[in-house]
């Protein structure tokens, strides 16, 4: 069954530490994308790529980067640069060549402690 | 990236209709009108896309005037596992395909 995974559900940070978010998808899609999704609020785009080796920051990059080194993976890692870090994180695919919605996954919820 | 506006939040019972408006004034030629519902801790999921005219699903319709300003998802007989967030966003069909999230609209279905 294809679809987008998104490990762990829920990640906990201390204060100055990296965390990575993983991403993995089957669909064989060639774009991922990262969201960040505050309470009560809509997403916004952190980075997407379109293909493998490439990647463009969206409109909330800082803080944050990414590697696409395979098709099929898109982690994202919160720097400690980020100072507000806490929030859900959506990972999405897209298959470019066809006009299909985007598919997202579960998320994870990074808390600080 | 067009900008879409659609009510905070909408009340509605168990077996009604839901009709929910999203305004995007700044649509361009080549944009379609996708709708997704978001339950709390989990992602998207898509419900319906449009271009013009109606759209039908076995979950919604989508309704689309001429001029395209506007746009209207339709759930019938709604149940209490409707009580969602549902996004309207237009979408580009360039090759970035970055979407625009607003606020949605938080239905909740009462007994």
């Known amino acids: 069954d294809g679809g987008i995974t998104q490990s762990p559900k829920y990640l906990f940070r201390k204060e100055g530490q990296n965390v990575t978010l993983s991403c993995e998808q089957n669909l064989n899609h060639d774009a991922m994308y990262w969201y960040r999704q505050d309470p009560g609020q809509g997403l916004r785009l952190i980075y997407y790529?379109?293909?493998?080796?490439?990647?463009q920051k969206g409109d909330i990059a800082e803080g944050y980067s990414v590697s696409r080194e395979k098709k099929e993976s898109f982690p994202l890692t919160v720097t400690s640069a980020q100072k507000n870090p806490t929030a859900f994180y959506l990972c999405?695919?897209?298959?470019?060549?066809?006009?299909?919605?985007?598919?997202f996954g579960d998320g994870t919820r990074l808390s600080i402690l | 990236l067009a900008k879409t506006t659609q009510p905070i939040s909408m009340d509605s019972y168990e077996g009604q209709e839901v009709n929910i408006t999203c305004s995007h004034n700044n649509i361009a030629t080549n944009d379609y009108i996708t709708w997704y519902q978001q339950f709390p801790s989990q992602g998207p999921r898509f419900i319906i896309q449009?271009?013009?005219t109606k759209v039908t699903n076995e979950v919604a319709s989508l309704f689309i005037p001429a001029d395209r300003k506007s746009s209207t998802l339709s759930l019938p007989r709604v149940s209490l596992s409707d009580t969602a967030v549902y996004y309207c966003l237009v979408e580009s069909s360039g090759s970035a395909r970055q979407l625009t999230f607003g606020s949605g609209t938080q239905l909740t279905v009462l007994p």
């Open positions: 449009g271009y013009k």
């Open positions: 999405a695919s897209w298959d470019s060549g066809r006009h299909q919605p985007q598919h």
């Open positions: 790529s379109q293909i493998v080796n490439d990647f």
